[in-house]
């Protein structure tokens, strides 16, 4: 009867055992075992700098730019009115910091007094420095300083005048060899008699301007 007993016991307690971890896989309330963090890095695209093409990314070569641009002039002294504006320029680099310029400047303005049209025509060579380098942003700024001829013809206009340019701009290639920009520009005047000959005040030449270029890059 002893034995029995013992058997018995034994028996239940082994389907305890037994049973206990099906009860523990099938139990709803157990929480899922946990994995170690997942990490989500963001990248954000920067843009190109202003030595790689917007359209294709490679770089552009160095060497010469020739562009042309248009715009608006105007005369700081009031001699004429807001007028059309054009620009050609060549440009040649020594460093990546310093170039070289050429440049022409026209324009096409009616005078303050209504007399008639002033076109206005000028040839300077300008010395350029670039503030940031074209690898270090999206754009490049610079700045530029020289000196060059100015003439004016139409009613009151002279042909010979000393003009001193001063400019700021900025610029960043477009395609492998297409290169845009904008530039505003000021032109102090000298020799600048822009009056008919019986003012006892007569106007100058001092003009500014703001242009867009668009040229290539070779």
Do not use: C
């Amino acid at each position: 009867m002893i034995t029995r007993a013992l058997v018995a016991v034994g028996l239940a307690a082994s389907a305890t055992i037994l049973a206990a971890p099906a009860f523990a896989q099938t139990n709803p309330n157990t929480p899922p075992p946990q994995g170690p963090p997942v990490t989500v890095t963001v990248t954000v695209p920067q843009p190109p700098t202003a030595d790689r093409p917007l359209i294709k990314a490679v770089p552009r070569p160095t060497g010469y730019i020739v562009d042309g641009g248009a715009g608006v002039l105007g005369y700081l002294g009031g001699t004429g009115r807001i007028g059309p504006a054009w620009n050609v320029r060549f440009t040649a680099d020594f460093s990546r910091r310093f170039a070289a310029e050429a440049n022409y400047v026209g324009s096409a303005n009616r005078r303050s007094d209504d007399t008639g049209t002033l076109v206005y025509n000028s040839l300077d060579a300008d010395l350029r420095y670039n503030i940031l380098r074209a690898d270090e942003a999206p754009v490049q700024p610079y700045l530029s300083a020289g000196l060059g001829w100015a003439g004016w013809f139409g009613p009151g206009g002279t042909p010979f005048a000393l003009v001193t340019p001063v400019s700021a701009g900025v610029e960043r290639m477009l395609t492998e060899h297409i290169k845009i920009g904008a530039r505003f520009n000021l032109r102090p005047t000298f020799f600048d008699d822009l009056g008919h000959g019986y003012e006892r005040n007569p106007p100058g030449g001092d003009t500014w301007t703001m242009v867009v270029n668009l040229g290539g890059a070779f």
